[in-house]
């Protein structure tokens, strides 16, 4: 199992700080949220950590050491990223459970078996050779959970994934990422926005503010006596949600 | 008026029996137009999709060059490759000029460009994300070119049309490397303008069919090919 | 308010700005060769003509077969063109009336320097061209039922020769479009004196055969039918007929080609010969 280790990680984008002097360690089958308002770097964070970038300063690694993981192709492929609006490729429902497979070298046959089993899984088995983009708003996040699950990564980060969806559909994506975690051990990184949310995945959360970790603890305390102010006024806001 | 219906008459006796070699000259004109269009692509697209995905300082000048390049009047290309391939100029000595390769560089030069600029924009129109869950789901970045090619598919599908479309139909360039010479570079196009001076409308009149026909097939495939693109 | 004022000044200016040579004068359609068109001969000659009479003579340049066709039509008023067989059929059938020689020059065998098949000098066109055929030489023909062209055809009959094969390349082009072909696939072509004249020194091919009596170009002028055209029309197209005879053309069409080339690009009938076809 991996677990990752982001060492005092600066970025910039477009010559705006982002994340300032981040440091975050993931340990194998750890389950995290980060939680924070908007424009605090969260996704920043997360594509960071899948090693779709390398920070503008600092380094991405593998907990057990190594080089840097945006070098890495292989290591990168442990680590699935989903993210919140799900871009389905322009293909079946089968294709795209089965790209993930394929890129990483299956045999097309074998990646297409496998493909079916998730969708069965999932519960849309009938759908396989529809097109992808027929699907409604709730059954395209699920399928953009599901075609990351098939990859059966070592390190799950999702990205405010329940965010547009409604109680059901949200439901359902919870139920697929918790039965799937557990089973399989990965180390989660959960965004979200939602605290219950965050409580009733994670064990672990960070709160990022303005682009540094300003809290950091158990869930659900963490969310109980914030010490910092800006963490504070962030969940003053969220106290109804998190109450719910 | 009663001449126009007999000559029209006489164009699908002449295409059924293949009088005045018609079919060598629609076979031709694919020929020419074809292999012009196949080496426009092998241009065209990896161009276009470089400037499509490509992130680099220029990248909106090479746009624009692209752009322009879609508006090249056939007859100014036809006068530079002549000039080109003319005894007296640099490539004479390579005596291209007058015969059906000198055509099939004329029309490269006018398909390419076509089939650049419009893979650069489907390419540059596909959602950013594209590219990000590619990589996120464990494409290496050759993959991921691939996979946003494949996602353009129609769009390139139809940038390889329109470049076969400009070209099947044009006279100007092919008229002026190719020299019209009867059985090695007449086409359709010129045939048309030939047998229409002369007078003859019956070969014009069955040529003018097919080509009318191509040209309707080549747009509504285009079409399709462009929903198809949109749809998605 | 100020809109009515705009109208009304674009409307004068419109009006104002029209050319009145175009409101005024009439138009003469001339249909004749493109070797005729690219001697240059028109450039001097119409212009006397086109004074005199008020008129704008419009060209077209087309192949003989074509300009007789045009005829036929109606779509010219008067024919300047050199196919003699294929115009007293034209003149028989009634299509125009009668035809009246006037000028000739000559064609000449043109080709490659290396001179593939040894034509060079020969005194019959004929057996060059039967010699050309033997020699699978390339050869480049106008291909566009022209008066050249007909006199080529006529030249294979003679030499009992069907031009067929990859040699012989047909343009269904101009003169001078066809010897750039011949220049560049260095191929022998027929070309007519005039022509050959103005384009020689942008080519590298050479006068191989000339001379022989069946080379001779007659030019006639054909007035068409009163029946397939307005009256006002025909009246015209016979007052350039009658131009065309008259010492002033006949001065102007002697010179012509003088200064340029060193010699005159068309030779005059004799004035009486030509008088005595019927009026």
Redesign the interface.
């Known amino acids: 199992m991996l677990g990752l280790h982001a060492r005092n990680i600066s970025h910039a984008y477009r010559g705006r700080a982002v994340l300032r002097e981040v440091t975050l360690e993931l340990h194998p089958s750890q389950r995290l949220a980060i939680m924070g308002p908007n424009g605090a770097g969260k996704s920043t964070l997360l594509r960071l950590l899948a090693g779709l970038e390398a920070p503008s300063r600092g380094k991405v690694l593998a907990a057990h050491g190594g080089g840097a993981l945006a070098d890495q192709v292989n290591l990168r492929r442990r680590i699935v990223l989903v993210l919140q609006r799900p871009y389905l490729l322009n293909t079946s429902v089968l294709g795209n459970v089965s790209y993930g497979l394929r890129v990483r070298g299956l045999p097309a046959a074998v990646a297409r078996e496998q493909a079916h089993q998730v969708l069965e899984s999932i519960g849309f088995p009938a759908k396989a050779h529809r097109p992808a983009r027929t699907l409604s708003g709730g059954e395209s996040q699920l399928l953009n959970v599901a075609r990351a699950l098939a990859i059966q990564p070592d390190v799950l980060l999702l990205d405010e994934v329940t965010a547009h969806l409604d109680p059901e559909n949200e439901a359902r994506i919870e139920q697929l990422v918790q039965r799937y975690v557990a089973a399989a051990g990965t180390a989660m990184v959960l965004v979200t926005q939602d605290l219950a949310q965050a409580t009733r995945l994670a064990a672990e959360g960070v709160m990022l503010c303005d682009g540094q970790i300003v809290e950091r603890g158990r869930l659900p305390e963490l969310l109980r006596q914030p010490r910092d102010p800006r963490a504070a006024r962030f969940l003053r806001g969220h106290t109804l949600q998190a109450e719910s | 008026m009663r001449e126009i219906a007999a000559a029209f008459g006489e164009a699908v006796h002449l295409l059924v029996t293949d009088g005045g070699d018609v079919w060598a000259t629609v076979a031709r004109s694919l020929y020419v137009s074809g292999l012009s269009v196949a080496i426009g692509c092998l241009i065209g697209l990896p161009v276009g999709a470089a400037v499509g995905l490509g992130r680099f300082p220029g990248r909106r000048l090479a746009a624009a060059v692209l752009n322009a390049g879609m508006g090249l009047p056939p007859v100014v290309v036809g006068l530079f490759v002549y000039l080109l391939l003319?005894?007296s100029g640099p490539l004479g000595f390579m005596?291209l000029?007058?015969t059906p390769s000198a055509m099939v560089a004329a029309q490269t030069i006018l398909a390419a460009p076509v089939v650049a600029a419009l893979t650069f924009s489907s390419l540059a129109g596909l959602?950013p994300?594209?590219r990000?869950?590619?990589?996120?789901?464990?494409?290496?970045n050759r993959?991921a070119t691939l996979?946003l090619l494949?996602?353009a598919?129609f769009g390139i599908g139809a940038a390889v049309t329109a470049g076969f479309g400009a070209v099947i139909s044009e006279v100007g360039a092919v008229m002026m490397v190719g020299?019209?010479?009867?059985?090695?570079t007449?086409v359709m196009t010129?045939a048309i303008m030939?047998e229409t001076?002369?007078?003859d409308f019956q070969l014009a009149i069955a040529l003018g069919i097919i080509l009318l026909l191509l040209a309707l097939i080549v747009n509504v495939g285009l079409g399709y090919l462009q929903m198809a693109g949109g749809?998605? | 308010m100020r809109l009515n004022g705009g109208c009304i000044a674009l409307a004068s200016l419109l009006l104002l700005g029209t050319p009145l040579r175009g409101l005024a004068a009439e138009a003469l359609t001339l249909a004749t060769t493109t070797s005729v068109q690219d001697s240059g001969l028109l450039g001097v000659l119409l212009p006397p003509f086109e004074k005199q009479n008020e008129v704008t003579v419009k060209v077209l340049a087309v192949g003989s077969g074509q300009a007789l066709e045009l005829g036929r039509r109606g779509d010219a008023d008067v024919l300047l063109v050199h196919s003699p067989d294929e115009e007293a059929i034209f003149v028989k059938k009634g299509h125009g009336l009668a035809r009246r020689p006037f000028m000739y020059n000559d064609f000449l065998i043109v080709g490659p320097n290396s001179d593939p098949a040894h034509i060079r000098g020969l005194p019959s066109a004929a057996s060059a061209l039967g010699a050309i055929a033997k020699a699978q030489a390339s050869f480049a023909s106008r291909g566009d039922e022209s008066g050249t062209h007909a006199r080529e055809k006529q030249l294979w009959r003679r030499a009992e020769v069907q031009p067929a094969g990859d040699w012989y390349l047909s343009c269904g082009a101009g003169m001078a479009a066809t010897l750039r072909v011949a220049d560049e696939k260095l191929a022998y072509a027929l070309a007519d004196r005039s022509t050959w004249l103005a384009w020689k020194s942008k080519l590298a091919l050479q006068p191989m055969v000339e001379g022989d009596p069946v080379l001779l170009n007659t030019y006639s002028v054909i007035v068409a039918s009163p029946s397939v055209r307005p009256a006002a029309k025909s009246r015209l197209a016979q007052r350039f007929a009658d131009y065309v005879f008259s010492d002033e053309a006949r001065a102007i069409i002697s010179r012509y080609g003088k200064d340029k080339y060193g010699r005159p690009l068309f030779h005059l009938l004799p004035k009486e010969k030509a008088a005595t076809t019927a009026r």
């Open positions: 003319s005894r005596r000029l007058y959602d994300a594209a990000l869950t590619a990589l996120s789901l464990g494409a290496t993959q996979a494949a996602e598919r020299g019209n010479i009867a059985g090695s007449r010129t030939l001076g002369k007078g749809e998605s």
